[in-house]
Nanobody
Framework: QVQLVESGGGLVQPGGSLRLSCAAS????????MSWYRQAPGKEREWVAT???????????GYANSVKGRFTISRDNAKNMVYLQMNGLKADDTAVYYC?????WGQGTQVTVSS
C-alpha cells in the first residue's frame, strides 16, 4: 500500500533553515506529482509546494505565495524521496508539515519556529 513518511522537522530560530524529507513507497513514484502541505494550530491545512512528475510535466514546481523565494521543493526519483528546503523561516511557518502523493497523506512532521 501507499506509504509516505516525513522526517526532518524540529525547533528552529527565526531566520533559520530546515530540510524536510518524505520517503515514498507503494506506488510508481516518478509518475506522480508530489506536494507539501502544512497545518498550523487552529487553521485549515494549506498547500505549500508541488513538484510535478518527471514525465509530461517535466518536474514543474509551484509554490504558495507565502513561501515563494524561501522554500525549495525537489525530488529524487532514484530514492523515491521528496524534499522541502526551508530557508528564512518565520514564526508563521510553524505548523505540521505533510507530504502528499498518489492521493495519500503522510503522518506529518512538526516544524516550530521560535526564539
Amino acid at each position: 500500500q501507499v506509504q509516505l513518511v516525513e522526517s526532518g522537522g524540529g525547533l528552529v530560530q527565526p531566520g533559520g533553515s530546515l530540510r524536510l524529507s518524505c520517503a515514498a513507497s507503494g506506488f510508481t513514484f516518478s509518475t506522480y506529482a508530489m506536494s507539501w502541505y502544512r497545518q498550523a494550530p487552529g487553521k485549515e491545512r494549506e498547500w505549500v509546494a508541488t513538484v510535478g512528475s518527471t514525465g509530461s510535466s517535466g518536474g514543474t514546481k509551484g509554490y504558495a505565495n507565502s513561501v515563494k523565494g524561501r522554500f525549495t521543493i525537489s525530488r529524487d526519483n532514484a530514492k523515491n524521496m521528496v524534499y522541502l528546503q526551508m530557508n528564512g523561516l518565520k514564526a508563521d511557518d510553524t505548523a505540521v508539515y505533510y507530504c502528499r502523493g498518489s492521493s495519500s497523506w503522510g503522518q506529518g512532521t512538526q516544524v516550530t519556529v521560535s526564539s
